[in-house]
T-cell receptor, first 114, second 113 residues
Framework: EPEVTQTPSHQVTQMGQEVILRCVPI?????FYWYRQILGQKVEFLVS????????KSEIFDDQFSVERPDGSNFTLKIRSTKLEDSAMYFC????????????FGPGTRLLVL | KQEVTQIPAALSVPEGENLVLNCSFT??????LQWFRQDPGKGLTSLLL?????REQTSGRLNASLDKSSGRSTLYIAASQPGDSATYLC????????????FGGGTRLMVKP
């Protein structure tokens, strides 16, 4: 069964460093998403991406964040200058066509900022 | 702003029991509601998706219902098994805000053998 994959599974970085989290969505899916979950808190929406542009973003997704689909398979989340509060599990998700369809989640990248 | 709440936060039951998990949302204008399972330190596995026009969905031992007007959904698990132990999350796509999922805090379920 097709699945969303994410790399790396764990990342440790120093405050102020740039990190890139990578995702490979399900191949025939057109909508891509990033969510995050700070330990002990709710899963929060960051951004959605369709047709090579951001379709929606939350207040969390400020200028420190960016997303890119550099080729036909990868979808990346970049955090330019990490802060301690960026420590969280980051989930990538994809859906086939529209908002009314199931979003399939990857296993997540656990980011720890020291 | 849409708020999603799940009660109880934790639940422990003996194996074989039927159980109900609750989810409520403050704004009834939703596109759909999705139930997920999350194992410790892992990703989210989609269990069921209910469109706003539907009343319920079934998959195996799972049945999810939706009462949009009252802002409630329930996930019914029949004949629970230890392997069902996980955190169950519900999430809604608000009707006025594109395609973002808004999540509840989850119910942590433990099924004891």
């Amino acid at each position: 069964e097709p699945e969303v994959t994410q790399t790396p599974s764990h990342q440790v970085t120093q405050m102020g460093q740039e990190v890139i989290l990578r995702c490979v969505p399900i191949s025939n899916h057109l909508y891509f998403y990033w969510y995050r979950q700070i330990l002990g808190q709710k899963v929060e929406f960051l951004v959605s991406f369709y047709n090579n542009e951001i379709s929606e973003k939350s207040e969390i997704f400020d200028d420190q964040f960016s997303v890119e689909r550099p080729d036909g398979s990868n979808f990346t989340l970049k955090i330019r200058s990490t802060k301690l509060e960026d420590s969280a599990m980051y989930f990538c998700a994809s859906s086939e066509r529209t908002v009314q369809e199931t979003q399939y989640f990857g296993p997540g990248t656990r980011l720890l900022v020291l | 702003k849409q708020e999603v709440t799940q009660i109880p936060a934790a639940l422990s039951v003996p194996e074989g029991e039927n159980l109900v998990l609750n989810c409520s949302f403050t704004d009834s204008a939703i596109y759909n509601l999705q139930w997920f399972r999350q194992d410790p330190g892992k990703g989210l596995t989609s269990l069921l998706l209910i469109q706003s026009s539907q009343r319920e969905q079934t998959s195996g031992r799972l049945n999810a219902s939706l009462d949009k007007s009252s802002g409630r959904s329930t996930l019914y698990i029949a004949a629970s098994q230890p392997g069902d132990s996980a955190t169950y999350l519900c999430a809604v796509v608000p009707g006025n805000a594109g395609n973002m999922l808004t999540f509840g805090g989850g119910t942590r379920l433990m099924v004891k053998p």
